[in-house]
C-alpha cells in the first residue's frame, strides 16, 4: 500500500527580537569583539545589522559607542600586551617566536587604531616652519602691465 505524500508546510519563524540582537551586537563590541565577529555571535549578518543601523538614528548613536568602546579596548589590549612578559624557554632563555607574536599583535593593534581614529591614534604630521627656518622667506606682488 503506497503511502500519500504530504506536502511539507512551512511554519512562519518566530519573529527575531531586532533589539535584543542589536544589543547582543552592541555588547559584543563593547567585550572587545570586532562588529563583524559580534554579528556572527548574535546570529545577524553584519549587512543587515548595517542596514538596521542606516535607518535607524538611535541605533546608529549606540553603535558608534560602541565602537569608541571598542576602540579604547583595543588601546588596553596594546598596552597589556607591550607589558606582558614574554615565556621563557626550558633552557632559560626568553622565547623569540613569542615575542615576535606580541610584536605583530602591538603593531596590528597600533595599525587598526591609527585608521579607526586617526585624530586619537593616528601619527601627527605637523608641516610648520620655525622662526629661524620658515618655511615661505618673502613673498612678493609683481605687476606686469601689458
Request: charged share 35%; aromatic share 4%; glycine share 4%.
Given at each position: 500500500?503506497?503511502?500519500?505524500?504530504?506536502?511539507?508546510?512551512?511554519?512562519?519563524?518566530?519573529?527575531?527580537?531586532?533589539?535584543?540582537?542589536?544589543?547582543?551586537?552592541?555588547?559584543?563590541?563593547?567585550?572587545?569583539?570586532?562588529?563583524?565577529?559580534?554579528?556572527?555571535?548574535?546570529?545577524?549578518?553584519?549587512?543587515?545589522?548595517?542596514?538596521?543601523?542606516?535607518?535607524?538614528?538611535?541605533l546608529?548613536?549606540?553603535?558608534?559607542?560602541?565602537?569608541?568602546?571598542?576602540?579604547?579596548?583595543?588601546a588596553?589590549?596594546?598596552?597589556?600586551?607591550?607589558?606582558?612578559?614574554?615565556?621563557?624557554?626550558?633552557?632559560?632563555?626568553?622565547?623569540?617566536?613569542?615575542?615576535?607574536?606580541?610584536?605583530?599583535?602591538?603593531?596590528?593593534?597600533?595599525?587598526?587604531?591609527?585608521?579607526?581614529?586617526?585624530?586619537?591614534?593616528?601619527?601627527?604630521?605637523?608641516?610648520?616652519?620655525d622662526?629661524?627656518?620658515?618655511?615661505?622667506?618673502?613673498?612678493?606682488?609683481?605687476?606686469?602691465?601689458?
Amino acid at each position: 500500500m503506497a503511502t500519500k505524500r504530504t506536502e511539507k508546510t512551512k511554519t512562519a519563524k518566530p519573529e527575531r527580537d531586532k533589539d535584543a540582537i542589536c544589543q547582543a551586537v552592541l555588547q559584543g563590541m563593547r567585550d572587545g569583539l570586532s562588529a563583524f565577529k559580534a554579528c556572527q555571535a548574535a546570529g545577524v549578518p553584519q549587512s543587515t545589522f548595517n542596514r538596521w543601523v542606516d535607518a535607524d538614528a538611535k541605533l546608529a548613536e549606540d553603535y558608534a559607542h560602541a565602537r569608541e568602546d571598542l576602540i579604547e579596548r583595543m588601546a588596553n589590549d596594546v598596552l597589556e600586551l607591550a607589558d606582558s612578559e614574554v615565556p621563557e624557554t626550558g633552557d632559560g632563555k626568553r622565547d623569540w617566536q613569542a615575542i615576535q607574536k606580541h610584536k605583530l599583535q602591538v603593531d596590528t593593534r597600533k595599525w587598526l587604531l591609527s585608521k579607526l581614529a586617526p585624530k586619537k591614534y593616528g601619527d601627527k604630521l605637523e608641516v610648520s616652519g620655525d622662526a629661524a627656518n620658515p618655511l615661505v622667506q618673502r613673498i612678493e606682488r609683481v605687476v606686469v602691465k601689458a
